[in-house]
């Protein structure tokens, strides 16, 4: 046996192949399952990718490392279902890209935060949190208020999410900017039937911020927040039924 | 190491692995039975594991969800479902009389009336607290619970409409009412005028007649004839000491009549169901200012 390993080792094209081989197995067990990845997805009615607006969103939540304190997992235990709601589906993160499960919970979990508060709610808490909550040590985002949402590009942020499977469509991307104003009421009149008619029409319309004028952070993450947990229809879900 | 004795294998009787590096060989330890057999018993349970528990994924067709069920067929709702079912078959007996219960019936009986307290306390510290504060005392913009001074009433019916279905939400029941930009109509000294009138009123003085027609004309049909408020529109009096964007100065009223400030409250119908409602009902109005 050691003799036909010295074989192997003196020899670099045969050394190469038996590397490829072993290295190939492995990969083969690792990969070969993710291939299945979808049926763990369980079919639920309501999901759609997200509005420009609710993208931009996402982006400055990202970029404030929201994910740092606030989860968004509701995981199958009593507690968590009892205060939270519904545990989460696969569904409901499938259009996120990068998910934002997150384990740490400084903050409480956003999965379903959707409609839990009012829009000037978000407003205040965003600039003085403890205004509303004296015991948070979540600190102030007041930058967002002035900062102008950035959505010069998201057409181009559509594309990218689509070669990843996000499902936009040509006319998503192709209006992304129009629907992205017209969500936070600041586009022109007549397009908030067109981003409706994309999107469907439970989408909310508001400006968010409660500044008309132009379109704040503020606006995008409120508008991405007050849409957390809110796609899926649950009523009519059953983990059971498979499709 | 002695350094006139450096061949190892003289050293000992372990042996060397075979191996040989320009005269350099290395021992051959066995690893301690004890990891071998913990290594090999590790295999031997995940073959058990698989044969339990949800393991592998399967390439069959699409109508098997994940992979392999495992012969005990758990799966973690099966088992979030045995653990809810434990405490809801604890709580069975009073929710199913609450259910059969009117509000106003439950009040008078001590029991019930408990179990829904405490209920209600437990959803208002989870959905309640961030705005109208954990003891209910309100904020800026945010009405306090524990007062008896109520926008569109503090009844028992009146409380569960609001809860249900919110204030301005995008509920269809909603309670709604919007308080109109006045400043344009009124013109500028008008607006002074009533702003001085109205913080007059709320400190009780009378000496403030100025604005009294003013506010006659342009404020009495929502907010009364003596500012004593309309619950109809969630008009708020005006009469008393209490304010909810600010300390009731001119300045601040000024700035309502010229661009009005409204809360939001969402409809919790869907999101809370209900019993936890009814729970909600009882407890916001054991504060202290249910009517």
Same mark, same amino acid.
């Given at each position: ?97 990068? $998910? ?107 400006? $968010?911020?409660?500044?008309?004028? $132009? ?29 | ?42 295999? @031997? ?139 344009? @109509? ?11 009138? @109205? ?93």
């Amino acid at each position: 046996m050691l003799e036909k390993h010295k074989k192997l080792e003196k020899n670099s094209i045969l050394l190469l192949i038996f590397i490829i081989i072993t290295i190939s197995i492995g990969g083969l067990i690792e990969i070969v399952p993710l291939f299945r990845l979808e049926t763990t997805i369980e079919p639920v009615k309501g999901i759609r990718p997200y509005t420009p607006l609710e993208l931009a969103g996402q982006d400055v939540y990202i970029r404030e490392g929201c994910y740092g304190c606030h989860s968004q997992q509701i995981r199958a235990l009593r507690d968590e279902v009892e205060r939270y709601g519904h545990y989460s589906l696969a569904a409901e993160s499938m259009y996120d890209h990068p $998910f934002q499960w997150g384990s740490k919970r400084t903050g409480p979990d956003l999965a379903r935060v959707g409609g839990k508060y009012s829009d000037s709610w978000h407003v205040q808490h965003m600039i003085n949190p403890q205004e509303y909550v004296p015991e948070s040590i979540m600190p102030s985002y007041s930058h967002m208020a002035t900062s102008k949402a950035s959505l010069d590009d998201i057409g181009s942020h559509l594309e990218a999410l689509r070669v990843t499977g996000v499902p936009y469509t040509d006319s998503m991307i192709e209006n992304a900017y129009t629907d992205a104003m017209a969500q936070a009421n600041e586009g022109e009149a007549n397009t908030k039937d067109g981003l409706l008619k994309r999107y469907g029409k439970n989408t909310i319309v508001r400006d $968010f911020d409660g500044k008309a004028g $132009f379109v704040s952070e503020l606006d995008a993450i409120i508008s991405y927040l007050q849409v957390l947990g809110t796609m899926a229809d649950l009523k009519d879900y059953n983990p059971d039924v498979v499709e | 190491m002695n350094p006139s004795n450096n061949n190892i294998e003289t050293q000992d009787d372990i042996g060397t692995t075979g191996h040989e590096w320009d005269g350099i060989t290395e021992l051959n330890y066995p690893c301690p039975r004890w990891w071998v057999w913990i290594f090999l018993g590790t295999i @031997v349970w995940a073959v058990g594991y698989w044969y339990i528990y949800p393991a592998w994924p399967v390439i069959s067709g699409d109508s098997e969800r994940g992979g392999t069920k495992g012969v005990m067929e758990w799966t973690q709702y099966k088992q979030l479902e045995e653990s809810q079912s434990e405490i809801f078959s604890r709580r069975a007996e009073n929710l199913e009389k609450l259910q059969n219960t009117s509000t106003k019936d439950v009040m008078d009986m001590p029991e019930l009336y408990e179990f829904a307290v405490v209920g209600g306390k437990s959803a208002f510290k989870e959905n309640c607290a961030q705005c109208h504060g954990s003891g209910g005392g309100g904020a800026k913009g945010y009405p306090n619970l524990n007062d008896d001074d109520w926008l569109w009433g503090g009844s028992l019916k009146e409380l569960s409409k609001t809860i249900k279905y919110g204030i301005r939400s995008d509920h269809k029941n909603t309670r709604n009412s919007v308080m109109p930009p006045l400043a344009a @109509v009124m013109g500028k000294d008008s607006v002074t005028k009533v702003s001085r009138y @109205v913080a007059g009123l709320s400190k009780g003085s009378s000496s403030t007649a100025e604005g009294a027609k003013e506010y006659k004309q342009m404020c009495s049909a929502c907010h009364g004839v003596n500012g004593e408020g309309n619950r109809i529109f969630g008009a708020p009096k005006l009469s008393d000491g209490i304010w909810l964007y600010g300390k009731g100065d001119e300045q601040q009223i000024e700035s309502q009549i010229k661009s009005p400030q409204h809360g939001v409250m969402p409809a919790w119908i869907d999101r809370l169901g209900e019993d936890t409602i009814k729970q909600l009902v009882v407890y916001v109005y054991s504060l202290g200012g249910g009517e």
